[in-house]
């Protein structure tokens, strides 16, 4: 009887593997917190992959984090 809608839902699951879940082992975006208004976002990594850069969400003050060897062992930071 429900075997249907547990097909269904099997397909969502599906779909929702393709997107982003595998491929790069590292993830393109840093976690930072930005205390110049104590709110936490993302930043993403830059084309040639040296620094992490973004905006506050609130603020919209930029934020330029560079990586070093082994990448970037801060997760705090503030926009200035
Ligand atoms: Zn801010």
Known sequence: M???SEKR???WAAL???GDAGGSSRAPFLGIHFTCCGIYGRIYRTRDR???EGR???CLARLRVPIGDGGVAQRFFRAI
């Open 2 to 4: 429900s075997s249907r």
């Open 16 to 18: 929702g593997r393709g």
């Open 50 to 52: 040296r620094a992490y």
């Open 56 to 58: 506050c969400p609130r």
């Open 9 to 11: 839902r099997a397909a």
